[in-house]
């Protein structure tokens, strides 16, 4: 699992396995106290291990998936968190209620808080995780640095004590050299995490990252800035030598604290691969199908063995070394652009199938993706025998994701696993920065791409017009029986392809006995699919007649279009025209729709709770200029000036 940062250094997480007891048997009974895909994947193994389950749920997730799965399921609360999944009065009841032996917490929520790890211990219910002493010194980032500096573990170089406020914060930044890291002492995830290059992004870190550190019960999957988006294991950085010494620095660790359960150092890696303890997660992490795929081993499985009380079997010389490779893509209902969370029904939802794919989710078809939680769709993992292979499964399994009624990432999750720079894994934390210096704005499609797109959906068109009509060489008409006249199409039809307001391309559509043949740019490409028109999923073979090169070719029919489609490809968005001769001659007269101009307003991107307002009225901002911040869907966004303007209206009330 690997992030670097803008001097090529690696973020690298280690986990590690570690028990304390030898008792006998596992449980009858456990609780979930989580939701989503984490609690769905916890009743997985319980179930394999039949051991029965127990979720519990918010008001509004009375229909969720996790709720249908388990054996039984309690309702904690309202939506909101604090009132539910975060309620530990009410999980403490749901616990007696079904007389639940243990409690798996899963990732975020409660998975890091002591105290509700001394409240099971008070009413002897078992916690399938670390000790609450374990917890309490490593969940804290300040102590946990320094308890690990005292047992010889590489720490990042930094101010190792409480940050009293913004001055003193500034004050160490220029002490310490920008850029710095600004991070909640109990965050996690990236959750309170802040990079500053300039004293004014100081003050503004240390306000985000404060506000943040009094609410550590948050889930980790909030924010993409300084949070994972693709994983992978292993490392393409590490080496066997580099990997085994974190290792043993984990261990130590995990020794000098008492600790046992699954738990995650987190080190930061130059480019020399010198690493520095970062933090440590004390509990299941959010990728951790990951590892399971390269050591095989179930993670959940081992978690709850150990809190029984049963001695690991395993050896370090078994697991040691990694079997194969796998990434994972999280899949989130956001906009990719901004990474802004998105909401709604999903009215289509197919998860990819195949060797090697695994999708950790906690929907289905019809699930709500609501304002009240984080807005993870799904954990995508592909595996294979070494990273080409895997990564090839990735493309395919993206390509085939079918996801309807909310925006989501995987746009932005193809682009970046089919750049080269991705595939070569030279891989920073400033990747997406670099690589997408306005943000994402969709894919860029070179010329062959292009071409194999417009020759697929050429045929595509061809098939729903001839289905339409009768087909016979050289056209005509032909009365039915009914003694109406059917216009006949002929088998060659040209016609004039565009995306979006580029230019258009002429296009001559020739049917044959299986295939369809396409003329273009100078080329000719035989088209064969067995699309059926009820099909999100246009799979075709492409071969250029000239090279005898074949190419295979997936997009997503989306929408149809007045004159054209809308589909998707490698995972990007693109309305495609396709014109009769006729309709391209009459389209250089039709007059373009003028867009309005909107950028005098400042517009939150969704419902969400007004936090603060940063301008006063009849200020003067220049552009990039903080003028509110809003919190939604357990995520603080701040809010911009667009441009150089005064401010003429300012309320949160509206």
């Not at 979720?55 to 054996?71: F, P, Q, R, T």
């Not at 009841?93 to 002591?114: C, D, M, R, W």
């Not at 948050?218 to 010494?245: G, H, L, W, Y």
Request: charged residues 25%; glycine residues 8%; hydrophobic residues 40%.
């Amino acid at each position: 699992m690997l992030r670097l940062n803008q001097k090529a250094s690696n973020q690298m997480f280690k986990r590690f396995l570690a028990t304390n007891k030898t008792y006998g048997k596992t449980f009858d009974k456990i609780l979930i106290a989580n939701r989503g895909e984490i609690a769905c994947r916890v009743i997985k193994t319980a179930k394999k291990m039949g051991i029965k389950t127990v979720a519990i749920y918010s008001e509004a997730d009375s229909n969720a998936l996790h709720v249908a799965m388990a054996d039984e399921a309690v309702c904690v609360g309202p939506a909101a968190t604090s009132l539910s999944y975060l309620n530990i009065p009410n999980i403490l009841s749901a616990i007696k209620q079904t007389g639940a032996q243990a409690v798996h917490p899963g990732y975020g929520f409660l998975s890091e808080n002591s105290v509700f790890v001394e409240e099971l211990d008070k009413a002897k219910v078992a916690f399938i995780g670390p000790a609450e002493s374990s917890m309490a010194k490593m969940g804290d980032k300040i102590q946990s640095k320094i308890i690990a500096k005292n047992a010889g573990v590489n720490t990042i170089p930094g101010y190792n004590g409480v940050v009293k406020d913004v001055k003193h914060a500034i004050e160490i930044a220029n002490e310490v050299g920008y850029p710095v890291m600004i991070k909640a002492s109990a965050g996690g995830g990236g959750k309170g995490m802040r990079i500053a290059y300039s004293d004014k992004e100081c003050d503004e870190a240390f306000r985000l990252s404060s506000a943040e550190f009094w609410l550590p019960e948050r889930e980790c999957s909030i924010q993409r800035r300084n949070q994972k988006v693709i994983e992978e294991a292993p490392s393409p950085f590490i080496d066997a030598e580099t990997r085994r010494k974190m290792g043993e620095q984990a261990v130590a660790l995990a020794k000098n604290v008492g600790y046992y359960s699954a738990g995650t150092c987190e080190f930061l890696v130059d480019k020399n691969k010198d690493f520095y303890f970062l933090e440590m997660n004390t509990r299941l992490q959010v990728e951790h199908p990951i590892t399971e795929y390269i050591t095989n081993l179930d993670l959940v499985e081992l978690m709850i063995r150990v809190a029984a009380g049963q001695t690991l079997s395993l050896k370090q010389d078994e697991v040691k070394t990694p079997k194969g490779w796998a990434f994972e893509s999280r899949v989130y209902a956001e906009d990719p652009e901004k990474y802004l969370p998105s909401i709604g029904r999903l009215s289509k939802y197919e998860e990819p199938k195949g060797e090697g794919v695994r999708c950790d989710s906690g929907i289905v078809e019809g699930s709500e993706i609501s304002v009240y939680y984080d807005p993870m769709i799904c954990k995508l993992v592909t595996g294979g025998e070494n990273r080409e292979v895997a990564l090839h499964r990735m493309e395919n399994a993206l390509d085939d994701y079918v996801i309807k009624g909310v925006t989501h990432n995987i746009p932005l999750l193809r682009d970046v696993i089919s750049s080269e720079r991705f595939k070569q894994g030279r891989l920073t934390t400033k990747f997406l920065a670099e690589e997408y210096p306005k943000g994402f704005k969709g894919r860029k499609l070179s010329v062959s791409d292009e071409e194999n797109l417009f020759a697929v959906l050429a045929s595509v068109w061809g098939r729903r017009e001839f289905n339409k009509k009768t087909w016979k060489a050289g056209g005509g008409s032909l009365t039915t029986p009914g003694g109406s006249t059917s216009t006949i199409v002929d088998q060659r039809s040209e016609i004039f392809m565009q995306i979006g307001e580029r230019e258009s391309v002429k296009v001559v559509l020739i049917k044959e006995k299986d295939t369809y043949r396409v003329e273009i740019g100078g080329k000719t490409l035989s088209v064969k699919s067995d699309w059926l028109m009820e099909s999100a999923l246009i799979k075709a073979t492409v071969k250029d007649s000239a090279t005898g090169k074949e190419n295979s070719v997936t997009a997503q029919y989306l929408d149809v279009l007045p004159l054209g489609f809308r589909v998707s490809y490698f995972g990007s968005k693109f309305d495609i025209s396709i014109k009769t001769p006729l309709q391209q001659k009459l389209s250089k007269h039709m007059i373009p729709k003028v867009k309005l101009d909107l950028t005098k307003f400042v517009v939150s991107p969704m419902p969400g709770t007004v936090i603060s307002i940063s301008v006063k009225e009849g200020e003067t901002v220049a552009e990039g200029t903080e003028v509110a911040i809003v919190e939604a869907m357990k995520m603080q966004n701040v809010l911009r000036a667009p441009r150089e303007e005064v401010i003429k209206f300012s309320s949160s009330s509206v």
